[in-house]
T-cell receptor
Framework: NAGVTQTPKFQVLKTGQSMTLQCAQD?????MSWYRQDPGMGLRLIHY???????DQGEVPNGYNVSRSTTEDFPLRLLSAAPSQTSVYFC?????????????FGPGTRLTVL | GQQLNQSPQSMFIQEGEDVSMNCTSS?????WLWYKQDPGEGPVLLIA?????ELTSNGRLTAQFGITRKDSFLNISASIPSDVGIYFC???????????FGTGTRLKVLA
C-alpha cells in the first residue's frame, strides 16, 4: 500500500491564482481530512469528509473548497490564493469516523503564495 | 480555534537521557494519539490510546491516557540522535470526533 499520497510536494503561486492540491489513499478509508500547519502552531482542520459525497467544514475553511466523488480521492481547491494561505498542507485518512480510529498523514504540500 | 496545551515547547537533552512531555485540555477526549514529525515530512503515528488510564508502550516510548480524560503524557527512554523531531499530541473530541492537535514539542538530542 502507498498509504496517503499528496501532490505536488512544492508549489509557488501568485496572489489570485487558483490551484488544486491532490490527495489519495489506497486503504479504503472512509474518513479523510485536510489540515494546514503554520510555524509555532499545531495542525488546524480545514475540511473533512466522512465518505464519498459528504464533506463538512473544519476550523479554518475560508478560501478553500473540497469535494469527495470517490472513496480514494479528496482534492483541496484554492479558488483565489492569498499570502495568508502560505503554509504546509497535510491530508490525512482513517478507517472511519468516530472513536477508536487512527489518522494517517500524507507527506505534505508546501505552498507559497507571493 | 481550540488547541491543546502541550509542554514543553522545546527540549535539549543529552543522548541517553529520558524525556517526558505532556498535553492537557479543558475538554474530555475519547482518544489520544502521539505523532512524530521529521523535517519536511508528514506526522507519523507513534502510539494510540483509547481508554482512560491506559498505559501503552512502543519500544522505548511509553504513553498514558489520563484518568480524567483531559490529559496524556509521552515518555521516551534512553534517547538517541534519531529521536530528534517534533512530537505532537492529538485528542479526539468526544462530541464531534474531530482531532485537535497540540502545538508540538521540539526535541533536540545532543550526542
Amino acid at each position: 500500500n502507498a498509504g496517503v499520497t499528496q501532490t505536488p510536494k512544492f508549489q509557488v503561486l501568485k496572489t489570485g491564482q487558483s490551484m488544486t492540491l491532490q490527495c489519495a489513499q489506497d486503504m479504503n478509508h472512509e474518513y479523510m481530512s485536510w489540515y494546514r500547519q503554520d510555524p509555532g502552531m499545531g495542525l488546524r482542520l480545514i475540511h473533512y469528509s466522512v465518505g464519498a459525497g459528504i464533506t463538512d467544514q473544519g476550523e479554518v475553511p475560508n478560501g478553500y473548497n473540497v469535494s469527495r466523488s470517490t472513496t480514494e480521492d479528496f482534492p483541496l481547491r484554492l479558488l483565489s490564493a492569498a499570502p495568508s494561505q502560505t503554509s504546509v498542507y497535510f491530508c490525512a485518512s482513517s478507517y472511519s469516523w468516530g472513536s477508536y480510529n487512527e489518522q494517517f498523514f500524507g507527506p505534505g504540500t508546501r505552498l507559497t503564495v507571493l | 480555534g481550540q488547541q491543546l496545551n502541550q509542554s514543553p515547547q522545546s527540549m535539549f537533552i543529552q543522548e541517553g537521557e529520558d524525556v517526558s512531555m505532556n498535553c492537557t485540555s479543558s475538554s474530555i477526549f475519547n482518544t489520544w494519539l502521539w505523532y512524530k514529525q521529521d523535517p519536511g515530512e508528514g506526522p507519523v503515528l507513534l502510539i494510540a490510546l483509547y481508554k482512560a488510564g491506559e498505559l501503552t508502550s512502543n519500544g522505548r516510548l511509553t504513553a498514558q491516557f489520563g484518568i480524567t480524560r483531559k490529559d496524556s503524557f509521552l515518555n521516551i527512554s534512553a534517547s538517541i540522535p534519531s529521536d530528534v523531531g517534533i512530537y505532537f499530541c492529538a485528542g479526539q473530541d468526544s462530541g464531534t470526533y474531530k482531532y485537535i492537535f497540540g502545538t508540538g514539542t521540539r526535541l533536540k538530542v545532543l550526542a
